[in-house]
């Protein structure tokens, strides 16, 4: 069974920019979670979507937001991106909500100049 | 809020050496938890959970951990490690209800195993 992939795999942007990121989960994966990852705040919990609908959201400003498909493929957009947005992005599936252990994608890793 | 804390952040064996990670979380109610392992240039890969029942649990590798509900601890075991186990480990806990999937990670605790 192929695992989680996120498409983009690298990207560069500039201040200002907006940018989509893609995550498809594992086959039969409901639940889809995003996390941040920098090396200064670590991984943290950006929000989780199961059945297209947003379930739980981390402490990020509004300009990152998400969405899930009825394929449970889900992205998530940064506008106005700053400095501080860089940072490898995972996204992470699961069976169901609560105790389902979740795999993670390779990430995508965003770079902001 | 829901925290978890690793106290060691750089640990650094010999091959063959024994291994303990720390893990204390500070949720008070019922709990999810993980141990997950990111090796250099790959994505995190989960090494064990504890959802419920046997508080010491077994994962890939032949790494365990033992859960101490009164400790609010979860430590990474294994007795004897190898080279390859280099890699940085992350202890990760949710609220254990069919509502949250939220997972809260500790910041990380790099290994190195010398030979």
């Known amino acids: 069974k192929a695992g989680v992939t996120q498409t983009p795999r690298y990207l560069i942007k500039t201040r200002g920019q907006q940018v989509t990121l893609s995550c498809s989960p594992i086959?039969?994966?409901?639940?889809v979670s995003w996390y941040q990852q920098t090396p200064g705040q670590g991984l943290q919990f950006l929000f989780e979507y199961f059945s297209e609908t947003q379930r739980n959201k981390g402490n990020f400003p509004g300009r990152f937001s998400g969405r899930q498909f009825s394929n449970s493929r889900s992205e998530m957009n940064v506008s106005t991106l700053e400095l501080g947005d860089s940072a490898l992005y995972l996204c992470a599936s699961s069976l169901g909500r609560g105790a389902y252990e979740q795999y993670f994608g390779p990430g995508t890793r965003l770079t902001v100049t | 809020a829901q925290s978890v804390s690793q106290h060691n952040h750089h640990v650094i064996l010999s091959e063959a050496a024994s291994l303990e990670l720390g893990c204390n979380y500070s949720?008070?109610?019922?709990?999810?938890l993980f141990w997950y392992v990111q090796y250099p240039g790959q994505h995190l890969q989960l090494l064990l959970k504890y959802f419920s029942g046997d508080p010491l649990v077994k994962g890939i590798k032949g790494f365990e951990a033992e859960f101490i509900k009164s400790k609010f601890s979860f430590n990474l075991r294994k007795p004897s490690v190898q080279w390859s186990d280099t890699a940085e480990y992350f202890c990760?806990?949710?609220?254990?209800?069919?509502?949250?999937?939220?997972?809260?990670f500790g910041t990380g605790t790099r290994l190195q195993v010398t030979l």
């Open positions: 990760a806990v949710n609220q254990g209800t069919g509502t949250a999937s939220k997972l809260t």
């Open positions: 086959s039969g994966h409901r639940s």
């Open positions: 949720y008070g109610g019922t709990v999810n």
